[in-house]
DNA sequence: GGTTTCCCGAACACATGTGTTCGGGTTAAT
DNA sequence: ATTAACCCGAACACATGTGTTCGGGAAACC
């Protein structure tokens, strides 16, 4: 009893004796080793306590671990755009549905691509992807639609173009960083790859739609 | 006087006194750090020693520090690569150039992704990049000339479809370390996927020609 | 066969990070 | 106002890695 489900790590812990405070530097070391992690993979404990303005020993009495304190960081990442995500209409159409799906997705994907590069270091792939399943129901969904309704090709797996989303996405980030793209240009390039990348043989290629009605 | 370029990493070292043991065991590191980060990106340096059967204290002679190896390595697999690619006829029709260029890129690709996993942590964006020149520049020069040819889109940057090209590359290479794809169905994956997505706007997606004739 | 070059284990100095303990001081809760 | 929960600097133990020094022994070169 007097225990509930965290709301952001799912880990289980006393609510009666929690005291206010300790609540709220829990939720500045997460948003701090966001912010911390996303410019530097490697940052250190030490690093991400400072940034939250909390001492190092405060920071492990929340966090038991590196990896603990990185999964947190990454279930409440996820969390969050999950919750972006949630508002774009997937329905009609599945490439509009796309279009719109990368137009509020791929400034998410450029901001939390350094946090990621951390998780990789820390945890085990198959942790990531748990972590990564509710954002990703989503776009499976929405391309197995399109396949089914022949809009998107059917000749290759599910899995392998919405392995195929998130790498263009990335790229795109990827490029950004180098400064080879535009903030700009990137919606265009990933949406122009992408409705390509899913187009069937032998349909033609459709143009991208304009940056109006999405 | 004395001096000449070392055909691997391009450093200066007294020829004269170089003796016969001493070049081999450079040969046998550099083979071994292949292997091994290869298997772990990160993998310490006496590991890297161990498996050339080598002391630490002799790789180290060898090369002063863990990027000075790591640029090494990473630059004698470029210019591996860079041998097996100049053997494919980048002539004709730009599509099969580019399905022929697929089928002897991948593999390597795969086999080299946790060493430029190692290289990201140890050598600077920019000095990666320069070690993948050679071949990039063989890839580019073909997408160019699709491009002229109308064969594919100009409506993106030609950097842009290169780093589609890596992108999609590399993904299959994740998805077959995940087991969500096999080694059989990663080429024409990944030839449908680049085909199509380097399709003009208006234009029908080619069929993924048969693993014949290449 | 003499000389130079190279090998390489052992030991060292150093840096950096993780995770814990201690103890006094502070703050929220009732 | 009292109590229990929490904060947090300092110090510690530990692990792991890098790069260097030393010195005897082995191998290559002429």
Known sequence: MAQARDEETGQERRVRGR???ARRNAELIIDAAWDVL???P???MGDIAQGAGVGRVTLYSHFGSRPELVEAVLAHAMTDAEASLRTVDL???PRAALTRL???SWRIVDRSRAL?????????PE???ALHEAPMRRIHTLIERGQ???IFRADAPTAWLVATFYSVLHTAADEITADRLTEEAAPHAITGTLLAAYTPPGQPVPDVPPAGNR
Request: hydrophobic residues 25%; negative net charge; glycine residues 16%.
């Open 19 to 21: 005291r206010s405070d």
């Open 38 to 40: 996303g410019r530097d």
């Open 42 to 44: 490697g940052a250190s």
């Open 91 to 93: 329905g009609g159409d």
């Open 102 to 104: 990368i137009d509020s």
């Open 116 to 124: 990621l590069r951390a998780a990789q270091d820390e945890l085990s």
């Open 127 to 129: 942790r990531i992807r």
């Open 148 to 150: 089914s309704d022949g």
